[in-house]
């Protein structure tokens, strides 16, 4: 087997980034992710009858419910047809029949789009904290860049899920089916399983299991990551009691949400390879 | 020709899709400097054959050796950078132009961008290089497609249907552009449907049913494999019907007698003996005209054969 070649790799990535920055798509991800947070930070308690910026933990708060809908399916729109569009449009032969190997060529798509998508998000973010710098403490700008690092990284979960999908479908139109349903299942479906199993267990399934549970979505962990380390908005959500104190630490949340990353990728390369 | 090793060597090469063999026990040897066709009907294994000698799918069994190395060896980025492919349906990026088209694939194969606008004007493109390619016509696209598989100076050339969408002054350059190559000892590899184009440019040719290589040679070669029939046109003057009886008695049958013309049909091992029946008519016969077989009845001749 060849051994893996950084060129091919930066080639390949460097096409797919310049592609979403001429194409705009950075710019307009970047502009949604600004206006969006923007909105959540002056009328994010427009409902309590307030307007304006009631501090960052709160602010964090807001977001992640945001990011947690909206990254994910940006992530999967992204890279489901990275590799299927190529088998469909012809060119994926032509790519490989150059000194490329496929893991190189699964890795330069990825990183290509994984930046696209960072830049994106920490430049749309980015200038939110801009805005908001005079009234950020640098313990509050900490925890926002906290915020962002996972945010970039819950796009990088849901996009190497993307891009396992766009491996192992054989058709685009296939691959987009399976990208929604992954975001339905992920985002909108898991949460209401696991409580749905807590409630049909009559509390069987506690706080020995459910934590661990939680881990087995990038978005659930994204989550915790924002929620748990930032202590009033723990306790406003009163998570507190379920989740223990030893799997909050971001470090390892941290390393869950790596894994969530590199483990599509592995079974992608496993299925892609000849 | 050189005599040294085939660039191309395979050996009892197999490929099964699950119940399908697309590729059957090929055995094939290509020369350096040859430029060699590969014709068969739709479905016969010419497309699996050019993946697995990219090394775009394994073979089930069998070797293949390209420049004596293996393509999916330790040699495998060695190998690749001296390979050209032009797929059948090419297919690049409408959002680039020409030029940024080429310096992707040049930076790919790790070639040198200064080379990008060299290859665009070699076919033809030079003034088309800033043009977006969703701006460019089928014949233009093949063209880009030629070029990329043109750059880096490549050994060896692997064309699928590559005058696919070009005009026929396009054919004429894409072949001068070949059989330059050729001369400067590049190996190409053509597999092509439209058969009247390639039977004089190729030296030799496979003819692929089934996944088996059906026959190898040059066109001569395989027309006198086939044992098909040649046909003799002659031209007479009117009303000279004596001829017709005459003819009768030559080893060959008569197609057509009418009108001052006549269509003979005769086996390749009578033709001298006809010929010189029809020379000695001389006065009588105004013009004659051998047609050997195309390469199409050459084709369909081993292609209505069972497999070997």
């Given amino acids: 087997m060849a051994r893996l070649a950084l060129r091919p790799i930066a080639v390949i990535a460097g096409k797919e980034f310049r592609d979403r920055v001429r194409n705009r798509w950075v710019l307009v991800v970047g502009l949604l992710f600004t206006a969006f947070a923007l909105v959540i930070a002056y009328f994010g308690a427009a409902q309590q009858g307030t307007v304006g910026f009631r501090g960052i933990e709160i602010t964090i708060a807001s977001l992640t419910s945001l990011v947690i809908y909206l990254v994910p399916l940006i992530a999967l729109i992204l890279g489901f047809d990275a590799i299927v569009g190529e088998r469909e449009r012809g060119s994926l032969d032509l790519l490989l029949s150059y000194p490329v190997t496929r893991l190189e060529l699964l890795l330069g798509k990825f990183l290509g789009l994984a930046g696209a998508l960072a830049v994106s998000t920490v430049a749309g973010f980015g200038a939110v904290a801009l805005l908001l710098a005079r009234q950020l403490s640098w313990n509050d700008a900490w925890h926002y860049a906290g915020f962002v690092l996972s ?87 009163g998570l507190a009691t379920v989740f223990p104190e030893r799997l909050a630490d971001p470090w390892l949340l941290g390393g869950v949400m790596s894994a969530w990353i590199v483990a599509p990728l592995c079974l992608a390369y496993w299925r892609f390879r000849i | 020709m050189s005599t040294s090793h085939p660039v191309i060597e395979i050996r009892a090469l197999h490929k099964r899709f699950g119940a399908v063999h697309a590729v059957a026990g090929v055995d094939l040897a290509v020369e350096r400097g040859e430029l060699f066709g590969l014709i068969g009907h739709n479905g016969a294994g010419k497309s699996t054959l050019f993946k697995l000698l990219l090394g775009l799918i394994a073979p089930t069994s069998g070797d293949i050796h390209v420049e004596g190395k293996s393509l999916r060896g330790a040699a495998f980025r060695e190998v690749r ?72 100076q490549p050994r060896l050339l692997f064309l699928d ?137 050459v084709f369909l001749g081993h292609a209505s054969e069972e497999p070997r």
């Fill in chain 1, 151 to 237: 945010s970039v990284l819950l796009g990088m979960s849901f996009l190497s899920l993307a891009i396992a999908v766009s491996v192992f479908a054989s058709e685009r139109t296939r691959a987009s089916g399976l990208a929604i349903a992954l975001w339905f299942f992920f985002v909108l479906v898991f949460d209401l399983l696991l409580l749905g199993a807590l409630v049909a267990s009559g509390g069987a399934i506690g706080t020995d299991v459910f934590p661990y549970l939680l881990l087995l979505n990038p978005a659930d962990v994204f989550r915790v990551l924002n929620i748990f380390t930032l202590e009033d908005v723990r306790v406003f959500y």
């Fill in chain 2, 81 to 152: 950078r001296h390979l050209g492919y032009l797929p059948e349906n090419v297919v690049l990026y409408d959002n680039l132009n020409g030029r940024e088209t080429l310096r992707f694939f040049a930076d790919l194969k790790g070639v040198p961008r200064a080379q990008c606008d060299g290859v665009l004007e070699r076919v033809g493109l030079g003034d088309a290089g800033r043009r977006r390619v969703r701006e460019y016509s089928k014949g233009m696209r093949q063209r880009l497609g030629f070029a990329q598989a043109l750059l880096g």
């Fill in chain 2, 161 to 297: 249907e590559p005058t696919n969408g070009l005009d026929p002054e396009g054919i004429r350059e894409f072949y001068a552009i070949l059989h330059a190559l050729r001369e400067s000892g590049v190996t190409i590899l053509l597999t092509s449907h439209i058969l009247s184009e390639i039977q004089q440019r190729v030296d030799r040719l496979a003819i692929m049913k089934s996944g088996r290589i059906q026959a190898v040679g040059t066109v001569q070669q395989l027309r006198e494999s086939t044992d098909l029939p040649l046909k003799v046109s002659l031209r007479f003057a009117r009303g000279d019907d004596g001829l017709q009886a005459l003819l009768r008695t030559l080893p060959a049958r008569t197609l057509r007698f009418d009108a001052g013309e006549a269509t003979l049909q005769c086996t390749r091992q009578a033709k001298m003996e006809v010929l010189t029946a029809l020379t000695a008519l001389n006065g009588r016969v105004l013009d004659l005209h051998v047609r050997e077989p195309s390469l199409e009845d």
